[in-house]
């Protein structure tokens, strides 16, 4: 390779490497943080080889065999960094631009083979390695399945060139292997087979039919394989049954991939499908296929075009036709247009390097110019999970999804007033079913956290009730959380025999997910079982951690050893955080003397212990003993504020304490913010006149056997 190229090279490694360092240290989002979190392959004891025996998502999460996908080089490479670093953001986002960059270079070398016009391998690699579309790959962990597409496509098409052009044969044997290796990593590697047979009748004028025969063998076993494994799970279409409406949505989809390779400036991630079926987009459509035609009609005189047009083609017909499948929650992706934007830079690349010198370079300043911010500004998206889904929600407002997500951000951060607010404005949408479960589920849990378990259990039961008045069936992994939440709010209420029996359950049908160990657990050692919960203690180890990080020490006696010892006033707390709240209760009713502080932990205990009548007795006796005034009701609030969530309670106690003296400056704010920010924007919930909770935001037109995006 000459100097100039190495210099090219170098340049454009420091460009991405200066563009993308900063991100590395972004949060996981998503299904990164998902994945990474639940994933039982990452979180117990298992070799490598176990990479090869799970589906990539759902398989992993401990959801049983319902997975589509089966991508174990991609599993693999997550798990052995796990047991070499371990799973960072900062070490995932260098992997996957290592893996960007050698492809890049290997395209780079692919280009310069072809011996196009001047600086044609330049401009095209430039122009592909800089577009900002290729962010969502490189930031978004997830999205090395389709980085190491790309690396091994790239390989295989370098082996192909060289072995038809410089007559070594043996080349083909690494052109296939890399094939396979790209299948085992992403299954849309297998719309390259069409392109490796393209390829070399168009460069050669023949084909090779030992090594596409190998090529197509290798597509075919990875069927039986993922049969093996999987069983044989495929995309069921999921049509409209008006002709005109497909139509309308396959010609709008175009259009939003049109626009997105076209202008990848600023885009939108990902949309739902009814926000994708506009009449910008549909128009957008016609006039990108008009536009291929064109080419594809160029593309008979001029060869050179016929292998990027059918990366345009196939891979963005492709992903078109996932539009009419049951993909949950989104069924367009902008970050799948990462081939046809290669096939796009090399056409624009073949007419540049035709083009007058002032003119190619006027381009490529005009694409450093828009490219190099916008990867910047798109990058954004990505510091932490609230600023991923507020872009999201700007490209699509009323994504019910989008806005459960948003909740769940704001629940796990303890923001549980926000986390209603954006559940409540979920459930005034036309959401689909999936995302009504999952609103549910996170409602109940708002409901758990706030003692209202009759709240709660409404939500779980309209889950229930859901699967009965239609045709949606509630997913086994979705009764292991009603199961789940049913047995916290048992166990918390006084009941642990009959949460026992739930948990139980839930482990047997459920051997892999860790949750409810860990609540059983708890729950053992909430009622001094020590016995019972040092054999758990001791299967959890044996199920959950290497062989490396277990050790003799029991973590149960040492809890009992600190228990043995406490007063009765630790005691009480430690009931408390283990959810025996009726021993709480015991010990806390039993206290001498007790001061406002304890009459309102033990008013607050009583909320937990499902004894709300009670509770509000003690807190009236609060609130009537005048010694306290403002102060007392300003306590109370807070209490009910802070430790219980409930909004109007709060107020009312702030009210009464502002009526006795208005001058409370800071009561009066957090009064006036309640009451705006809201009281005036949450909508009740059961008092609407419906059968079931879930048609409160609509059903939408999911597929009941939606699966998740790849």
């Given amino acids: 390779m000459g100097k100039k190229r190495w210099v090219f090279l170098v340049l454009l490694v420091v460009t991405l490497l200066g563009l993308y360092w900063r991100m590395f240290k972004y949060d996981f989002i998503w299904d990164d943080s998902i994945y990474f979190k639940n994933g039982v392959l990452f979180h117990e004891n298992r070799p490598l080889s176990d990479a090869f025996k799970y589906g990539y998502f759902r398989d992993q999460l401990g959801a049983g065999k319902n997975d589509f996908y089966f991508r174990p080089l991609l599993t693999l490479s997550f798990m052995l960094e796990n047991q070499l670093w371990g799973l960072h953001p900062f070490s995932t986002r260098l992997v996957n631009l290592m893996l960007y960059l050698i492809a890049i270079m290997i395209l780079y070398t692919f280009f310069k083979r072809q011996k196009e016009g001047p600086y044609f391998a330049e401009v095209a690699t430039l122009l592909f390695a800089l577009c900002p579309l290729n962010v969502d790959n490189i930031v978004w962990v997830v999205g090395r399945g389709d980085l190491l597409l790309l690396f091994f496509s790239a390989f295989a098409l370098l082996f192909l060139e060289e072995a038809t052009q410089k007559g070594k044969p043996f080349l083909l044997l690494f052109s296939s292997s890399a094939f396979l290796l790209g299948v085992y990593s992403k299954e849309s590697t297998l719309f390259f087979f069409p392109i490796f047979f393209i390829y070399e009748w168009v460069r050669n004028k023949r084909i090779t039919l030992l090594y596409h025969s190998a090529n197509l063998l290798i597509a075919l076993s990875s069927f039986i394989v993922k049969s093996k494994v999987l069983g044989l799970r495929t995309l ?9 409406s497909n139509i309308k949505t396959g010609f709008s989809t175009i259009g939003y991939y049109f626009r997105s390779v076209v202008f990848p400036f600023h885009f939108d991630p990902f949309l739902p499908l009814a926000d994708i079926r506009k009449l910008s987009y549909y128009l957008a459509g016609i006039f990108a296929v008009i536009i291929l035609g064109y080419i594809a009609a160029k593309a008979i005189k001029g060869k050179n075009l016929v292998t990027p047009l059918a990366l345009i083609a196939i891979f963005g017909g492709t992903h078109v036709l996932l539009a009419f499948t049951p993909i949950f929650p989104f069924k367009i992706y902008s970050r799948y247009m990462m081939l046809p934007f290669l096939g796009a830079a090399w056409i624009i690349a073949l007419y540049l390097s035709r083009a007058k010198e002032s003119v190619r370079n006027l381009t490529l300043l005009a694409v450093l110019v828009l490219f190099i ?41 303890k923001d549980f007033l926000s986390s ?18 999952l609103v549910s589920l996170l409602y109940a849990d708002l409901e758990i956290k706030r003692a209202d378990y009759t709240s709660a259990l409404k939500w779980l039961k309209s889950l229930k009730d859901f699967e009965n008045l239609t045709q949606f069936m509630v997913t086994p992994l979705i009764r292991y959380n009603i199961a789940l939440r049913e047995a916290i709010i048992l166990e918390s209420s006084g009941a642990p025999g009959s949460a026992r029996e739930l948990l139980e359950n839930n482990i047997a049908s459920f051997p892999e997910i860790k949750d409810s160990y860990n609540e059983l657990l708890n729950l053992y050692l909430g009622q001094n079982q020590w016995e019972q919960a040092e054999r758990l203690e001791s299967i959890l180890k044996k199920r959950f951690l290497p062989a490396s990080s277990r050790t003799d020490n029991s973590m149960t006696l040492q809890i009992k050893r600190e228990f043995d010892k406490s007063s009765p006033e630790d005691q009480a707390q430690f009931y408390i ?8 209760v015991e010990l806390l009713s039993k206290k001498p003397n007790p001061d406002l502080k304890d009459k309102l932990i033990l008013a607050k205990v009583l909320y937990w212990a499902d004894r709300a009548v009670e509770a509000r007795r003690n807190i009236e006796e609060i609130a009537q003993d005048g010694s306290g005034g403002i102060r007392t009701l300003n306590a109370i609030g807070f209490l009910y504020l802070n430790d219980l969530y409930r909004v109007r309670e709060a107020v009312e106690l702030f009210k009464s304490s502002l009526a006795l003296d208005p001058a409370q400056g800071q009561i009066a704010f957090i009064v006036d913010n309640l009451e705006k920010q809201y009281l005036s924007k949450i909508r009740g919930v059961w008092e609407q006149p419906k059968s079931s909770v ?17």
């Fill in 236 to 244: 069921s279409p999921a049509l409209s049954p008006y002709l005109i």
């Fill in 373 to 413: 911010p916008s990867i910047i500004l798109n990058s954004y998206a990505y510091r932490n999970e609230l600023s991923f889904w507020d872009r999201a929600a700007r490209s699509a407002p009323q994504s019910g999804y989008v806005l459960f997500q948003k909740a769940r951000y704001f629940h796990e951060q």
């Fill in 420 to 437: 209603e607010l954006s559940l409540n404005k979920a459930l005034s949408l036309n959401i689909e079913k999936e995302t009504a479960v």
């Fill in 577 to 584: 955080r283990f959810r025996n709240f009726a021993k709480a």
């Fill in 694 to 710: 879930l048609e409160l935001g609509g059903t939408g037109n999911a597929d009941p056997g939606a699966v998740p995006v790849d």
